[in-house]
């Protein structure tokens, strides 16, 4: 019997680049679900924990760093690899994602390959 396919939440402010990668992840047979904000994040991964999380740093209101934060203090989401994504491309902002409890760092522009590589090796 085949798995059901992983269920990863994409959290970005940007809706351009929830479409880019909602599309890139539906493609290769993910469920997608997109949060537009830090609040709505936190509470779609609490009320129905997804398998991964793709998560933009730099969001109005509550940044990246404080939503994993909360997510890792959290006993229902804790476990949820937290994969974040960022135009910001200094070794600051990535050592600082992997501080907060991040498994790995996209730099943005995306590229589907990269994305669709490091999703699979997290999920696997």
Not at 29 to 34: E, F, K, L, M, N
Not at 39 to 59: G, K
């Amino acid at each position: 019997m085949q798995s059901p396919p992983a269920n990863i939440l994409i959290v970005d402010d940007t809706p351009a680049n929830l479409r880019l990668l909602a599309n890139i992840l539906s493609k290769a047979g993910y469920v997608v679900r997109p949060a537009r904000s830090g609040r709505i994040a936190l509470s779609s991964a609490q009320s129905e924990p997804p398998d991964l999380i793709l998560l933009d740093i730099m969001m109005p209101d509550m940044d990246g760093y404080e939503v994993c934060r909360h997510l890792k203090i959290n006993e229902t989401t804790r476990n949820i690899p937290v994969i974040f994504i960022s135009a910001l491309n200094d070794v600051e902002e990535k050592v600082k994602s992997f501080e907060v409890g991040g498994v790995d760092y996209i730099p943005k522009p995306f590229h589907g390959d990269e994305v669709l590589a490091r999703v699979n090796t997290h999920l696997t």
